[in-house]
């Protein structure tokens, strides 16, 4: 194991240059989520260039490589592209050439990660195993997992690996946690319908401006009361809207947020339970209520087998101290999940502050220090080539 570490560092640092490069080329030039097409043709030809087998437009703007053996299992690794609809504001000579869009989640440094990895595994895969590395679209609007698992991507797959950059841990220390990673999602729409009136005499009309601030307040009093806090579940409103003049009571408010849940089986009865106590308080004050529960995705679940692999692999390229073992799932969600649900898999989190800190994940101030590449290629290399029939049974 030891010996296959020092190959795969040796291999690593030869192609670090290039890939630093590529890096900042994908960050100069970001695309939104399901347009990932010149990302996705430069990510097929450099897997083509290293030898891998390529398929390209698969869940739309998706790539898959393979290597190796055609009848043997499937260890895969999985790396998301899109970027999101920010400006930039870093700074950086490479800052991105399209206004209103940036890598601000590190995606860029994703693509790389995998494309480091399919490099360093051409020099050292072994006859009797079988890898696939999947360069997924649209994370961000979580949808692209479901895309390509459309097309059967993980066909054959015992074992999943993915990986995020992590802005609260320093370069050189990784994060890892087994069994609950993220929460699951959902966007909620909520229209609050009263009867308008002249805002002089309220009395007359339904106020929704009113009975919306009441739902705000009564949820969250309801999560603290009425549900277990060993539980959390979040419920925050980013956007409300409504009303047409500043004497005029407001016929209906839209409010718009996200829930956060840790647990499947309580995320499973919310949209229920969210509707009653909202129905509830609009009606109480003649109101009606329409409420849409848009679920986003499940949680991600680290399998332990996995995770504790990946740890002892990780120890090869990192002293323990800089390993650090999360408390505390995230409250963040990430569509990962989705293969999650058809195959076995853990994902890691990858320390990318440097000397000066790092600004939080979809900030335009987000920066990321390069040196984290080299960590994340080396961990995720010796991984997979452990998790193959070549060495193990999983």
């Known amino acids: 194991m030891k010996d296959l570490g020092k190959k795969i560092d040796l291999s690593t640092q030869d192609i670090l240059p290039e890939l630093i490069q590529l890096r900042r080329h994908l960050h100069a030039h970001p695309e939104l989520s399901g347009q990932e097409y010149q990302t996705a043709a430069l990510v ?11 398929k390209e437009a698969v869940g739309r703007t998706g790539v898959v490589a393979e290597m190796g053996n055609a009848s043997g299992s499937v260890v895969c690794l999985r790396v998301d592209m ?28 994703h693509t790389c990660i995998g494309l480091g990895v399919a490099k360093v595994l051409a ?36 074992a999943l690996f993915g990986v995020h950059v992590y802005p609260d841990l320093p370069v050189g220390k990784i994060g890892i946690r087994s069994g609950t990673f993220t929460a699951a999602a959902a966007e909620l729409e909520i229209e609050i319908i009263g009867n308008g ?40 409103f980013g956007k409300i809207s409504g009303g047409n003049a500043f004497n005029v009571i407001a016929e209906r408010v839209k409010l718009l947020g996200t829930v956060r849940c840790l647990d499947s089986q309580l995320y499973e009865k919310l949209p229920q339970w969210i509707e009653k106590i909202v129905h509830n308080i609009a009606s109480t004050y003649g109101a009606d209520a329409c409420i849409k529960f848009n679920s986003i995705a499940p949680p991600v679940y680290n399998d332990p087998e996995l995770t504790n692999l990946l740890c002892s ?20 969600a990430e569509d990962f999940a989705f293969f999650l649900q058809d195959v076995s898999g853990t994902m890691f989190r990858l320390g990318v502050a440097g000397d000066r800190g790092c600004a939080p994940l979809h900030s335009g101030n987000f920066s990321l220090d390069e040196r984290s590449l ?21």
């Open 44 to 54: 097929a030809g450099e897997l083509r260039k290293a030898g891998w087998e390529v």
């Open 82 to 109: 899109d970027a999101l609809p920010i400006e930039e504001r870093t700074g950086l000579e490479y800052s991105s050439a399209i206004q209103g869009l940036m890598h601000a989640c590190g995606h860029d440094l």
């Open 123 to 158: 020099n050292n895969i072994f006859k009797t195993s079988r890898i696939r590395i999947i360069f997924q679209p649209a994370e961000e609007i979580a949808q692209g997992a479901n895309w390509m698992r459309a097309e059967n991507v993980l066909d054959g797959v015992k």
């Open 197 to 236: 009136g002249h805002g002089a005499r309220p009395h007359e009309g339904i106020d929704s401006i009113w009975i919306a601030a009441k739902v705000i307040s009564g949820l969250q009093e309801a999560i603290s009361r009425r549900l277990d806090a060993l539980k959390p579940v979040v419920i925050s």
């Open 313 to 332: 692999c990780a120890k090869n390229f990192m002293d323990e101290d800089n390993i650090v073992y999360l408390e505390n799932p995230s409250l963040g």
């Open 374 to 394: 080299e960590l994340g290629i080396k961990i995720l290399s010796q991984t997979i080539i452990m998790s193959t029939d070549s060495f193990k049974k999983i």
